[in-house]
Every structure is written in C-alpha cells, then in structure tokens.
C-alpha cells in the first residue's frame, strides 16, 4: 500500500507539472503583455477647473500639466451644471424665466432655453446643440443667443446639454487627448447624440476615449449604438470600475476591444467614506498596480477646504506621477485590446480540465483510500476526458468557469491536506502546500490569460467558491477519516455541546465576514487600510489578512499540537483556518487583471510571514503562557 501511495504521489507530480507545460505558452503571452503595456496616465476632470484656487495670472492648464496631468475629462455639462457655472457665460432656465421679447419669437412658449454669451464661441455651440436636439431652435437678441429645447427644465437637470468648447479648443489646439464624457441623453434621441459625438470628433481631434456619465447609459435602451460609434470613429470607451450604471456593461461589449479602463472617485464617496488623501492616493497607484488601470481621474480632495487651491491640487498630482514613474509606469496612450493566440487557449483549456480531474481523482483517493493515479488505465481516460472537456469548453465558456471555480476549490483543499499530512516535517509539508498552489494557480491563471477576462469583460464565478468549497471538503474528509474523534453520525446522534455551538457560530461569522471583506475595501476601516498601505510600502506586495495573520501561523500552531497529541477535539478550527491561508493564495490567481508577478510575490509575502509569525505565537505561548496558565491554575 505504501508502494502505491508513493506511486501515485508521483504520478500525480508529473501530471501537475504536464498541465503547467501546456499553460506556460499562454503565461508567458501575459507577462508580455503586462511588460509591454505598463503604463498609467493621469487625467483631470474639467468639471473642477474653475473651482481650484489659483494666483492671478496663473494659467491653470500649464500648471496641471507641469505637474502630471496627461489628459483631460471633458464633461457634457447637464443643465445644472450650466446654472451653476460650468461653462463661462452660459446658463440654462426654464423657458418662462427669459425676456418676453425671447419668449414671443419662439413657437412654443416651453421647454429650457440655453442662454449663450459669448459671440466668439456661439456659433460653435449653436451647432453642437443643433445636432445634440434637432427639434430645437434659436433667437438671437443682441449678442446673446437663446437655444430653445422642448423639453422641460426638469427634465434636463441631470441631461447632458452642452460641454466646455472653450476648453476643448484651447486643449485640443495644444495636441492634449481628451477624454469625453457624455451624459444621459433624456430630451435627445440616440441619433442625436451621435451627431453631436461626430460633430465633436470632427471639430476636435484630440478627443480619444468616450466615458459615458449617469446613473444610466446614455444610450439606453440602445446601448450598442455607442459602441459602434466608437468603434468606427476609432476611439476607446472607458470601462469605469465599479461602476453602477444601469446598461454600462453592455455598453462597453459592444466596443470591445476598443475599450480602456478607467479609475475615479467621486465626491460623495470620499465624504461618505472620510478618505482621507494619503489613503486616496495610494488607492489610486493600487488601481494601476493591482488592477492594471490606464487611466486615473484624481479629483481635488473635498475634505481638505471648501475652495480648494490648484498648488495643493498640483502637489498630489506630482507625488501620484512621482510613485507611479519610480515604479516603471510609462506615459504611453493606451491601445486597443490586443488578441491572444487561439492555440494558447487551446492548449491552457486542456491543462485546466487535467488539473480539475487529477485534483478530484487525488480527494476520491483520499477519501476511499484507494489508488487510482497509479492505474495506466485511468490516467488514459483522465487524459481523453480532459482533451474533450477542454475542446467543447472553448465553445461553451461556462465550462471553463465550472471547471475553473471547482479546480481552485479542490486546489486548496488538496495543498492544505498535503500540508497537514507532513506534521512531522512541518517545514517540508508547508514548502510543498505552497509550491502546489503556485503550480495549480499558474495552470488556472494560464486558461484565464485572455483579454476577456484581463480586461474583466468576462467574469470569474469561482472566487467565493474558491474560498467555501476547501472548508467543506476538509471538513468532510476529517469526519470521515477520524482526524477528528468522533465521526458524522456519533456528532449528529449526540446533543450539542456549547463549544461546538460557539465553534459553529465562529466559523459561519467568519465565512460571512471573508465573503464580504473579499472586494477591494469592503468592510474595511481607516485604520486597517492605512496598515494595509504601509505594508505595500515595506514589501513591495501586500500579503493577504487570511494567508499572513490567520491561516499560516493556524498551520504552525496545528503542526505542534498534532505532534504533541494535545487538544484532539479542538484541533479541526486549526485545520479549517489553515484553509483558509490556501483558499487566498489559490484566490489570488484567480484574479486575472491582477499582474502574475505581484500575484506570486503577494503569495511568497503571505507563506512566510505568516510562517514566521506563527512561530513567534507558538513560541511565546509555550515559553511565556502555557507557564503562566499552570501556575494560575495552581493557584486557582
């Protein structure tokens, strides 16, 4: 028996490492193109241009310039925007509020009219709004101009009407790419607002990228309209992370691959929060370091003034660039997404299947003890079902989410049973846990190496899977092996006991609390990501909460009571909260606009400290508290 077990020990090694052979052409595909399209560009949102203090004199756009900004977000002013200043010497108001004289010379007494001032620019602006409302009309007294849409003034109070012209020419005369951002087009319809992104496009050749603004897409129900449009016109669209607005996604399908992703903040979110700005700024390098962002949008900081000053403003912008370019970030506009060789995911979809079946076959053979991996037989229908499953997941992509979401659970849990079953070379089971995990996450990552899913156009269902399916495995084999003393049924057919109530309650808290901790900052406070940040700093890659202060120094802990026969009802939490530090490593893979080699240096970070740290916990409470326990004990 121990032949076999070796046997397929073996057997299983050479399989794993055939799955990553076959994965590595698609690897090596992404680390290029992480290499080739590292960069990260600073944008300024012009909507905040008149509201930074500046000296008299100063030139406002030299200064952002000077200090980092390489583009600049054009906003389609709504009407509110226009009443509140948005755009110098024009406003919006309701048709009842201009001069009769106005009032008389249009056809209908109703609607919104927009009143334009400036005789060098009112041309220009009657043509966008001729364009964006075709049903509109024009009267001109003096030099003022008034644009009359049918439409109610409350109707366009969140709508876009018209943008900053002034601007636009002054920026795109300089050669500065803009970034457009229309709103949602209520009052216009569809073909409206293509005519007026044409009439912008043609007038202003720096315009590069659409970012479609509102709680809802600016063409809905239509929303392939747009991205054609930029398809066509060779533009990009911007996809905004964490985005809520309704239809966005199909939005940006529909320009796929001409789509970039886009970071910003808003205003409500920083006061609603308390950001404050050295959180806020390293927020914004953790979006292009982690998640690959092109573009950052880094608006003032409403926290630090009421009127805040363009110097403050410029010096944020200076220490963001400064990071950014000491940590290799280019300036380089960014490209359309490119394609990935088809035989790459030819190849990583069989390996993905071989590590799925090899890691289910070794859980059977654990649970029945019995030798499967070293039967030449089962290792050629394993082989002929990976090739099948691996070909038809390539045409039917929930497939490869399936077998993604289950091979990452099944990772975990086999790393930490192969961890666990070394307890008496501790060192060598956590070397060998880890370096599973980093060959099974490079195979998964490796299928998962297409832009689709780097550019998170299609997403991973098997994160949250990832992390509960190991408990559950681990926990069924130990019931079943009698790793714990009592089995199923002597636990079901007895009471409960109060510890195993508070046992359960522990660990369902904690499922639910990783579950919701799992994103990028929910459920996290000030504090915990000012420590988070600070570890960033120190190691270049911040290891993960489960891995460093929860699962690793759980195994060494386990590792010494498993040799010291000590607490034998108590041991499975140990054991359950070692899965936890694999199920994150494994996790970690599994986010694939993340770059690999942050990825493995964030797993290595996590092992080791956490390994360390263990040893410290372990050390002080047998050399400091066990003692102290018995003498109170004593005393007691």
Same mark, same amino acid.
């Given at each position: 028996m121990m032949t076999k077990t070796k046997n397929d020990a073996r057997v299983f090694v050479y399989c794993l490492f055939a799955a990553l052979a076959l994965a590595i052409p698609s690897l090596m595909w992404r680390l290029f193109q992480e290499h080739a399209n590292r960069s990260a560009l600073l944008v300024f949102d012009l909507m905040e241009?008149? /509201?930074?203090?500046?000296?008299? =004199?100063?030139?406002? $756009?030299?200064?952002?310039?000077e200090a980092g900004i390489s583009a600049f977000m054009v906003p389609e002013c709504?009407?509110? %925007?226009?009443?509140?200043?948005?755009? +110098?010497?024009?406003?919006?108001?309701?048709?009842? +509020?201009?001069? %009769? /004289?106005? @009032?008389? &010379? $249009? &056809? !209908?007494? /109703?609607g919104t009219v927009v009143i334009l001032r400036d005789p060098a620019l009112a041309e220009l602006q009657q043509e966008y709004l001729k364009r964006r409302f075709k049903s509109g009309e024009r009267v001109a007294e003096g030099r003022t101009v008034y644009f009359r849409i049918p439409r109610p003034y409350v109707q366009l109070e969140k709508a876009g009407v018209l943008p900053d012209l002034r601007s636009m020419q002054y920026l795109s005369a300089a050669g500065v790419p803009l970034v457009f951002a229309p709103s949602p087009s209520v009052g216009s319809s569809g073909e409206g607002l293509e005519e007026s992104l044409t009439f912008v496009c043609d007038n202003f050749s720096s315009v590069k990228v659409l970012c479609p603004t509102g709680e809802i897409a600016t063409t809905y129900p239509d929303t392939e309209r747009l991205g054609s449009f930029v398809k066509e016109r060779g533009l990009l669209m911007a996809q905004v992370e964490f985005s809520r607005q309704y239809g966005a996604d199909r939005q940006v399908a529909a320009a796929w691959p001409n789509v970039v992703s886009l970071h910003a903040v808003d205003r409500e979110e920083v006061l609603k929060r308390n950001i404050i700005r050295p959180i806020m700024l390293n927020r914004f390098y953790r979006a292009a370091?982690?998640?690959?962002?092109?573009?950052? #949008?880094?608006?003032? +900081?409403? *926290?630090?003034? #009421?009127?805040?000053?363009?110097?403050e403003y410029c010096e944020d912008v200076k220490a963001l660039r400064a990071r950014l370019d000491g940590n290799g970030f280019k300036r380089l506009w960014p490209a359309p997404a490119p394609s990935s060789p088809w035989i790459n995911s030819f190849f990583s979809a069989i390996a993905?299947?071989?590590?799925?079946?090899? *890691?289910?076959?070794? !859980?059977?053979?654990? !649970? $029945? +003890?019995? &030798?499967?991996?070293s039967r030449k037989r089962f290792l050629g229908v394993l082989a002929a079902t990976a090739v099948v499953l691996g070909v038809c997941s390539l045409y039917a992509g929930i497939l490869s989410r399936l077998g993604g979401a289950f091979a990452a659970g099944f990772l975990a849990a086999e790393?930490?049973?192969l961890a666990m079953d070394r307890w008496k070379v501790p060192l060598r089971g956590a070397v060998e846990g880890f370096l599973l995990v980093l060959v099974g996450g490079l195979v998964i990552a490796g299928r998962f190496s297409v832009p689709l899913y780097m550019y998170r156009l299609s997403t991973f269902s098997g994160v949250k899977l990832s992390l509960l399916l190991p408990l559950l495995l681990i926990l069924l084999i130990d019931v079943h092996k009698r790793e714990h003393p009592e089995s199923l049924p002597e636990i079901l057919s007895r009471p409960p006991l109060w510890g195993e109530i508070v046992l359960a309650g522990t660990l369902l808290l904690g499922a639910a609390v990783m579950l919701l901790r799992s994103g990028n900052y =929910?459920?996290? =406070?000030? &504090?915990?990501?000012? $420590?988070? %940040?600070? @570890?960033e700093k120190?190691? =270049?890659?911040?290891?993960r909460t489960k891995e460093f202060l929860i699962g690793y120094p759980a195994l060494v802990v386990w590792y010494y009571l498993k040799r010291q026969e000590m607490w034998a009802h108590w041991r499975e939490i140990l054991r359950l909260a070692v899965t936890l530090a694999f199920s994150s490593a494994v996790n970690s893979f599994c986010h694939f606009h993340t770059p690999l080699p942050l990825t493995l240096l964030r797993g290595f970070n996590g092992w080791w400290i956490g390994l360390v740290l263990g040893s410290l916990v372990l050390f002080v409470g047998v050399r400091v508290g066990r003692p102290l326990f018995r003498r109170l004990r004593s005393l007691l």
């Amino acid at each position: 028996m121990m032949t076999k077990t070796k046997n397929d020990a073996r057997v299983f090694v050479y399989c794993l490492f055939a799955a990553l052979a076959l994965a590595i052409p698609s690897l090596m595909w992404r680390l290029f193109q992480e290499h080739a399209n590292r960069s990260a560009l600073l944008v300024f949102d012009l909507m905040e241009l008149h /509201s930074l203090n500046a000296e008299e =004199g100063q030139n406002r $756009f030299a200064a952002l310039m000077e200090a980092g900004i390489s583009a600049f977000m054009v906003p389609e002013c709504t009407a509110e %925007d226009l009443v509140k200043g948005a755009v +110098d010497q024009v406003t919006a108001v309701p048709a009842a +509020d201009v001069p %009769d /004289s106005v @009032l008389r &010379s $249009f &056809s !209908y007494p /109703s609607g919104t009219v927009v009143i334009l001032r400036d005789p060098a620019l009112a041309e220009l602006q009657q043509e966008y709004l001729k364009r964006r409302f075709k049903s509109g009309e024009r009267v001109a007294e003096g030099r003022t101009v008034y644009f009359r849409i049918p439409r109610p003034y409350v109707q366009l109070e969140k709508a876009g009407v018209l943008p900053d012209l002034r601007s636009m020419q002054y920026l795109s005369a300089a050669g500065v790419p803009l970034v457009f951002a229309p709103s949602p087009s209520v009052g216009s319809s569809g073909e409206g607002l293509e005519e007026s992104l044409t009439f912008v496009c043609d007038n202003f050749s720096s315009v590069k990228v659409l970012c479609p603004t509102g709680e809802i897409a600016t063409t809905y129900p239509d929303t392939e309209r747009l991205g054609s449009f930029v398809k066509e016109r060779g533009l990009l669209m911007a996809q905004v992370e964490f985005s809520r607005q309704y239809g966005a996604d199909r939005q940006v399908a529909a320009a796929w691959p001409n789509v970039v992703s886009l970071h910003a903040v808003d205003r409500e979110e920083v006061l609603k929060r308390n950001i404050i700005r050295p959180i806020m700024l390293n927020r914004f390098y953790r979006a292009a370091e982690e998640r690959e962002v092109r573009l950052l #949008v880094l608006r003032a +900081d409403p *926290l630090r003034a #009421v009127a805040p000053q363009l110097a403050e403003y410029c010096e944020d912008v200076k220490a963001l660039r400064a990071r950014l370019d000491g940590n290799g970030f280019k300036r380089l506009w960014p490209a359309p997404a490119p394609s990935s060789p088809w035989i790459n995911s030819f190849f990583s979809a069989i390996a993905l299947q071989i590590l799925f079946l090899l *890691l289910l076959a070794r !859980y059977v053979e654990r !649970y $029945f +003890d019995m &030798s499967l991996l070293s039967r030449k037989r089962f290792l050629g229908v394993l082989a002929a079902t990976a090739v099948v499953l691996g070909v038809c997941s390539l045409y039917a992509g929930i497939l490869s989410r399936l077998g993604g979401a289950f091979a990452a659970g099944f990772l975990a849990a086999e790393a930490s049973l192969l961890a666990m079953d070394r307890w008496k070379v501790p060192l060598r089971g956590a070397v060998e846990g880890f370096l599973l995990v980093l060959v099974g996450g490079l195979v998964i990552a490796g299928r998962f190496s297409v832009p689709l899913y780097m550019y998170r156009l299609s997403t991973f269902s098997g994160v949250k899977l990832s992390l509960l399916l190991p408990l559950l495995l681990i926990l069924l084999i130990d019931v079943h092996k009698r790793e714990h003393p009592e089995s199923l049924p002597e636990i079901l057919s007895r009471p409960p006991l109060w510890g195993e109530i508070v046992l359960a309650g522990t660990l369902l808290l904690g499922a639910a609390v990783m579950l919701l901790r799992s994103g990028n900052y =929910g459920l996290v =406070g000030t &504090s915990e990501i000012m $420590f988070r %940040d600070w @570890l960033e700093k120190i190691l =270049g890659a911040r290891p993960r909460t489960k891995e460093f202060l929860i699962g690793y120094p759980a195994l060494v802990v386990w590792y010494y009571l498993k040799r010291q026969e000590m607490w034998a009802h108590w041991r499975e939490i140990l054991r359950l909260a070692v899965t936890l530090a694999f199920s994150s490593a494994v996790n970690s893979f599994c986010h694939f606009h993340t770059p690999l080699p942050l990825t493995l240096l964030r797993g290595f970070n996590g092992w080791w400290i956490g390994l360390v740290l263990g040893s410290l916990v372990l050390f002080v409470g047998v050399r400091v508290g066990r003692p102290l326990f018995r003498r109170l004990r004593s005393l007691l």
